[in-house]
């Protein structure tokens, strides 16, 4: 299966702009092959967005929802893209969308907000905290091309959420972002680790180029569970988007060598409960 990573510079505050953008980017992966199309963290709305997060967030499905669900089902293709979420009773979320050729397939609402900004990420790069609640829940969406669980930008720096995902079925797990430049060092070496310690293909887009005045490093790459031809299994990067840039970056995968490579690198089987009841004993101690 191909799957584009789209990584895009957002228009701040204008969904229509953005959408059209987003479709284009789609028709032309599409185009290309691809059967599933991942756009980045907040894609539809950028992320300095500030109080217009208010006004500009949607229900899911909703509107936006719709417009992309058509493009998936007319082109038979798979979309998933970060939004601002509202919900019915007016909660703001960091949401992921997920639609596909049979209409909308789900959600996903970041579980971790940061609250960390620096002098070096810009004044606003973390607002997270000030207009979202976490999300809760862990869905794993089962579809045609495969099981697959999200996770939206600082979700992807906690290893328990993306072990979960895996352990309920998740043969792909899709890691969406808009990182700043300063977190490139950190942040990139990480999205290999989750796949490595799941034995599973891991997809990741962010931002890229200038919003106000944040900078984001671009970088997405796809990275497979491990090659079992090697002594010692690792997990290659299968393909590689440009650090600057908007791009369209096309790469194959195919899951079924999660379960070839699993008996060679058998890091799910050598998992033990007592590890998880240890670890939640410790937390509990320590808040």
């Known amino acids: 299966m191909k799957v584009a990573i789209c990584q895009i510079t957002p228009k701040t505050n204008d969904k229509n702009r953005n959408k059209q953008k987003m479709k284009e980017f789609t028709l032309n992966a599409v185009k290309q092959g691809a059967k599933l199309v991942v756009f980045p963290e907040l894609a539809l709305t950028g992320y300095n967005c500030g109080d217009r997060f208010f006004d500009l967030a949607e229900t899911i499905p909703g509107e936006s929802t719709q417009f992309f669900a058509s493009i998936a089902a007319k082109h038979k293709a798979y979309i998933i893209w970060g939004m601002p979420e509202k919900s019915i009773d007016g909660i703001l979320y960091n949401a ?45 969406f089962h579809t045609p091309i495969g099981n697959i669980g999200i996770l939206i930008c600082y979700d992807i720096f906690y290893p328990e959420l993306a072990r979960a995902l895996t352990l309920k079925g998740a043969d792909i797990l899709v890691g969406i972002s808009g990182s700043p430049k300063f977190e490139k060092e950190i942040f990139e070496p990480i999205v290999k680790v989750r796949a490595m310690e799941n034995t599973v293909w891991f997809i990741y887009t962010n931002l890229v180029g200038k919003e106000g005045d944040t900078e984001y490093w671009g970088g997405g790459c796809i990275i497979g569970p491990g090659e079992k031809k090697t002594k010692v299994p690792g997990s290659p990067i299968v393909c590689k988007a440009p650090y600057e840039g908007e791009s369209i970056t096309i790469g194959e995968v195919d899951v079924k060598k999660n379960r070839e490579i699993r008996p060679y690198f058998p890091v799910l089987r050598d998992l033990t409960t007592k590890m998880y009841e240890q670890l939640a004993d410790i937390h509990r101690r320590l808040t």
């Open 96 to 140: 992921a969308a997920f639609v596909g050729p049979e209409g909308y397939i789900g959600k996903w609402r970041k579980h971790t907000l940061p609250g960390h900004a620096t002098d070096e990420a810009g004044p606003g790069a973390f607002p997270d905290r000030r207009f979202f609640k976490a999300g809760e829940g862990l869905p794993i």
